[in-house]
């Protein structure tokens, strides 16, 4: 079984900054791409960002120049940096990893439970 659990949402003041961390944990041989994604109510979800296991970054264009994404390969982790925060980033964001497990071989995507970001003053 492979599991990625998502942490650091929360409530921050528009202008502000969260760091949300996902970990990959499980029967893991390796992580090809992982990402961001959001999904705010009565819309659809959304990519946000991606990083390649090269360390190449791609970024939505809404949150282009404020959002960072990084991983850690040794720790199966990825972190999504979000600074000057604003109320429409407000949604529930979820990680997805391309994974490829043992035994299996097989390649597949995987999702995080999500966790809620809402930008409020």
């Known amino acids: 079984q492979v599991q990625l659990v998502e942490s650091g949402g929360g409530l921050v003041q528009p202008g502000g900054s969260l760091r949300l961390s996902c970990a990959a944990s499980?029967?893991?041989?390796?992580?090809?791409?992982m990402g961001w994604y959001r999904q705010a109510p009565g819309k659809q979800r959304e990519l946000v960002a991606t990083?390649?296991?090269?360390?190449?970054?791609n970024y939505a264009d809404s949150v282009n120049g404020r959002f960072t994404i990084s991983r850690d390969n040794a720790k199966n982790t990825v972190y999504l940096q979000m600074n000057s925060l604003k109320p429409e980033d407000t949604a529930v964001y979820y990680c997805?990893?391309?994974?490829?497990?043992?035994?299996?071989?097989?390649?597949?995507?995987?999702w995080g439970q999500g966790t809620q970001v809402t930008v409020s003053s």
């Open positions: 990083i390649t296991r090269a360390i190449s970054a």
């Open positions: 499980g029967s893991i041989f390796s992580i090809n791409t």
């Open positions: 997805n990893a391309d994974i490829i497990r043992r035994v299996t071989w097989d390649l597949r995507s995987y």
